[in-house]
């Protein structure tokens, strides 16, 4: 991912890229939100196919499958930043999950603030309501 998209204050929106994402995906998969259990505050939005699914229940830690590597990713695995599994919640039509989670390590993101430190979830930034176009961080997520 560029500097720009991820520390900019642009709004570059990239419309096509789930499509994008999904042609270049072998599995078949479905959206995933990861919530903090406690705050309730939004973390992640990932995908899951069926081994992740499985994974996540076995070893109660929050799983993925990556549509850009197109592999199994168990979040923190390899960081230290791990999502503890608490509830997983299934919606109405059964074709996207909820990942109620507890953080372990310093935060879910890869993306790092100015304290030197992985942000806490990947939802830092607003965009404004006015122009549609500006962004801004959310104070304390620099």
């Known amino acids: 991912m560029s500097q720009e998209i991820e520390e900019g204050l642009k709004f570059k929106f990239d419309f096509k890229k789930l499509r994008k994402a999904l042609a270049?995906?072998?599995?078949?998969?479905v959206p995933v939100v990861a919530q903090d259990y406690d705050t309730r505050e939004v973390l992640i939005v990932a995908y899951v196919n069926e081994l992740a699914l499985e994974t996540a229940l076995k070893e109660r830690m929050a799983t993925f499958w990556s549509?850009?590597?197109?592999?199994?990713?168990?979040?923190?695995?390899?960081?230290?930043?791990?999502?503890?599994?608490?509830?997983?919640?299934?919606?109405?039509?059964?074709?996207?999950?909820?990942?109620?989670?507890?953080?372990?390590?310093e935060g879910a993101c890869h993306t790092i603030g100015k304290d030197g430190k992985p942000r806490r979830g990947c939802y830092y930034r607003t965009l404004s309501l006015d122009d549609g176009e500006s962004l801004a961080f959310v104070p304390g997520m620099e």
């Open 24 to 29: 270049q995906c072998q599995s078949d998969v």
């Open 67 to 105: 549509t850009s590597r197109n592999e199994l990713w168990i979040k923190g695995k390899s960081s230290g930043d791990y999502l503890e599994l608490v509830e997983v919640r299934v919606n109405c039509e059964q074709n996207s999950l909820l990942y109620l989670v507890r953080q372990g390590g």
